[in-house]
C-alpha cells in the first residue's frame, strides 16, 4: 500500500465555497459520471437530504453529487444550487419530462462558531459547483471544515479549530481516497502515538486534554450528559473500483472504523456522523479490500484536518501546540 492524492483515485472533482467571516461553507464531490453510492449514519443528530434514495430497497441505483455543509439543518437549502448548476448542464436522472439531479447532502453545526444567522445557501454552493476542478483541494479552514471545531464537551471556550482533510491509498492498482469534514464533540486522537492532537482543553487552555477522561468525572450525572448538539463529523469515501450502492454502504460502514480509532468519543446522540461512499471506477476488487483501505484513509483524513486548521474565530488549532514542540497529554 501506499499514500497518493487523493485526486489520483480519479473520476470526480471537488470544489469548496465558504463565507469566512460568518465561519460557514460547503463543500462539493462532482462525479465525472453518474456514480453508485451508499452511505451508513452512526450518529443520533443527522440532517441530511436524498439520504433515503440509498437504501438498498429504494430505486435509485447512482447520485450525481453529494454536498457536505454547514449550517445544521438550515444548510439543506444549499443542495437546490447543485440541481441548478447539473441541471443547467443537462445532467440529471432522466424521467422522460426533465433530467433530475440526484444531490445527496449531509450538514454539520457550526452556528456557534461565527454568524448564526449566515448559513450555505443555494448560491453557495452553485458556487462550490464553479469551482469544482481536479486539482487536489485545499484543506483546514475551507469549505465545508470553515466553521467546523472538536473537544465541545465543555463548551466552545475549551474547543479547538478543526477542519477539511483529505488522504488516499493504493495497492494493487485498487485506489480509495477519503474526505472529512471534522466537527465532532469528540478528540481526534493520533492512533499512532495515543496522543490527543486536537480537542478539549484543560483548564488552563495550554494543550488538548481529554474529553474522555471529562466524561468519567461526569459518570455519577443520571441525565445532561449529551447537551451539546453543536456536532458531526461528515466523511466520503471514493474508489475506482466498481460495486453496486448496497456494497457501498456496507464499505462506508467499515469506513466509520476510521472514526472510531481517531475520533474519542464518536458517534454520540449528540453527532450526527455519516459517511458516503461512491463508486467511480470500474476496476474489479474485493470488498473487504476496498473497505479497509477507506478506513485507513478516513483515520489519516479526520488527522490533515486538524493538522492543516488554523487558529480563527478565537479558537486555537492543533499546530499552536506541535509547532511549539508541545506533546499533548
Known sequence: ????????????????????????????????????????????????????????????????????????????????????????????????????????QSCLFDLSVGDSRVRPDAAMAYRACENASKNPPAQGNVGAGTGCTVGKYRGMARAMKAGFGTFAVEAGGIRVGALAAVNALGDVVDPDSGKTVAGLLNEAGTAPGSTLQALWQDADRMAGLWENHQNTTLGIVVTNALFAKTALAKIAGMAHNGYARAIQPVHTTADGDTIYALSVGEKKADLNLVGTLGAYAMQRAILRAVRSASPAYGLKAARDFEEKGETPV
Open 1 to 104: 500500500m501506499r499514500e497518493i492524492g487523493i485526486m489520483e483515485v480519479g473520476g470526480f472533482s471537488v470544489g469548496h465555497a465558504q463565507n469566512t467571516e460568518a465561519a460557514t461553507g460547503c463543500t462539493v464531490l462532482l462525479p465525472d459520471r453518474e456514480a453508485p453510492c451508499g452511505a451508513d449514519v452512526r450518529g443520533g443528530g443527522p440532517a441530511s437530504r436524498e439520504s433515503q434514495i440509498l437504501q438498498p430497497l429504494m430505486d435509485c441505483q447512482a447520485v450525481h453529487a453529494v454536498l457536505l455543509s454547514g449550517g445544521s439543518a438550515f444548510g439543506l437549502d444549499a443542495a437546490g444550487g447543485v440541481q441548478r448548476y447539473l441541471e443547467e448542464r443537462g445532467i440529471g436522472f432522466d424521467t422522460g419530462i426533465a433530467k433530475v439531479p440526484l444531490v445527496c
